[in-house]
């Protein structure tokens, strides 16, 4: 099994690199392990489902908002 970086799994799923570092630090890819401050990823491993962007609303009769 070949180990991809970080970075290259970002180029790969085309996000960045932070949201990967965060996917792999939330336990969120399966085989992530990290070696002297890099995470090394497994090549064959899937982006997780799931992935939304942004903030999440609050908007509706509790946010305040008129």
Known sequence: MEF???EEIAN???I???RVTTL???GRIEGAVQKG???LIPDNVQ???GMK???KSNR???SGRK
């Open 37 to 39: 401050g890099v995470w």
């Open 47 to 49: 982006k997780p489902a």
């Open 4 to 6: 991809l970086t970080s």
């Open 60 to 62: 509706g009769e509790d």
């Open 24 to 26: 792999c630090k939330d």
């Open 16 to 18: 960045s690199t932070r």
């Open 53 to 55: 962007r942004g903030r």
């Open 12 to 14: 790969k799923w085309n």
